[in-house]
């Protein structure tokens, strides 16, 4: 069961240090950008001295100057940006990670489980080399486009675990581990339910479980889990939002 709500805190005073509102909610659904390079923002509620942003995957590192765009226009700019949170560690998530980083002086989360991913640029890394030869042409073309390039490769600054809470950053959520994907696949649960799934489900032609899968039990476990879970509005790493009753 999704126990967050007893992790948060929930006096005026914490909410006004600078924790997301409903308000901002609806900003941030109204103004989230999804096209093809699998990153969500999430406006943080201002304090009394600054304004802060979570990006949450960056997408691919062809997008680059679309991303910077739209970070900019969203009123996003270097020392705005609180954290840079990553799903799993697959090159269409992690693409613009080690820039934005560098850019921005901004440290990076994530599972520990992909940590390889990353610093290696190695998308086998932690998957059963089955996945290799399972999931046919559509996996083959996945991995054809490449691994995650020397240059945008990094060390991540912090690994967060399940049921970790977002707060230290102003961010009202919560870190779920959703292995199946990959084994260091996260998800981030908002208080209010939203969920930044990663690749656990995707929208590309229908809200779906994602058919790539590098450990079934893992993978099933996890939609298990999803199961228990308080969640309305899902953000998936690929495709529209979308509601949870939604899944197929
Ligand atoms: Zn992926």
Redesign the pocket.
């Known amino acids: 069961m999704h126990t967050a709500a007893t992790n948060y805190p929930n006096s005026r005073e914490e909410w006004q240090r600078g924790f997301i509102t409903a308000k901002n909610i609806q900003d941030t659904e109204k103004n989230a950008t999804h096209k093809s390079h699998n990153f969500w923002r999430r406006k943080l509620l201002p304090n009394k001295t600054d304004t802060g942003f979570i990006l949450i995957d960056t997408g691919y590192s062809k997008n680059r100057a679309e991303i910077e765009r739209e970070l900019e226009n969203a009123g996003c700019k270097t020392g705005t940006l609180n954290l840079l949170i990553l799903?799993?560690?697959?090159f269409?998530?992690c693409g613009n990670c080690a820039y934005l980083s560098g850019k921005c002086g901004t440290k990076v989360a994530m599972h520990s489980g992909d940590r390889g991913m990353v610093e290696q640029g190695d998308m086998f890394y932690n998957r059963n080399m089955n996945f290799a030869v399972t999931g046919l042409g559509k996996l083959f073309l996945?991995f054809s486009r490449g691994n995650l390039k020397e240059e945008d490769r990094f060390a991540p600054d912090l690994f967060v675990k399940d049921g970790e809470d977002l707060v230290g950053f102003r961010f009202d959520a919560q870190v779920l581990h959703f292995p199946g994907?990959?084994e260091g696949?996260i998800g981030i649960l908002t208080r209010t339910g939203d969920l930044f799934c990663?690749?656990l489900l995707e929208n590309t032609k229908q809200p779906a479980k994602?058919s790539?899968v590098a450990d079934k039990k893992a993978f099933a476990d996890s939609i298990k889990k999803l199961k228990q879970l308080k969640i309305g509005t899902v953000y998936p790493?690929h495709g529209n939002p979308f509601h949870i009753t939604q899944l197929t």
Do not use: R
């Open positions: 799903t799993h560690g697959d269409d998530h996945f994907h990959s696949s990663g690749d994602n790539i790493g």
